[in-house]
């Protein structure tokens, strides 16, 4: 069992940044890999980034590719989220998750935070 808890999460205005961070429990934190996905009022949840349990590979979507950037520090099984240039189409609450399996994905994500609202104003 992994329990994740995300913090970092507020009010920004647009061309702002934010790091929402990711805290996990258990002892092989570097065997799962990590991601974070969010969603919007009314849409249904999307994934946003992911990285592999050593974080030698990462993977974004394209409505965020070169604005932000997973990292994790398997030292302190944390995983974050580095948000630069935001727009109000980032507006979403974050959720962190983990799968089971060190490889980084889209889908197939195990296990889930409860999620930290980001709300970019224009």
């Known amino acids: 069992q992994v329990h994740l808890v995300e913090s970092g999460g507020g009010l920004v205005q647009a061309g702002g940044s934010l790091r929402l961070s990711c805290a996990a429990s258990?002892?092989?934190?570097?065997?799962?890999?990590m991601g974070w996905f969010r969603q919007a009022p009314g849409k249904e949840r999307e994934f946003v980034a992911s990285?592999?349990?050593?974080?030698?590979?990462?993977y974004y979507a394209d409505s965020v590719k070169g604005r932000f950037t997973i990292s994790r520090d398997n030292a302190k099984n944390t995983v974050y989220l580095q948000m630069n240039s935001l727009q109000p189409e980032d507006t979403a609450v974050y959720y962190c998750?983990?799968?089971?399996?060190?490889?980084?994905?889209?889908?197939?994500?195990?296990?889930w935070g409860q999620g930290t609202q980001v709300t970019v104003s224009s």
């Open positions: 998750a983990a799968r089971i399996g060190a490889l980084a994905t889209m889908r197939g994500y195990d296990y």
């Open positions: 990285i592999s349990g050593i974080g030698s590979s990462a």
């Open positions: 258990g002892r092989t934190f570097s065997t799962n890999a």
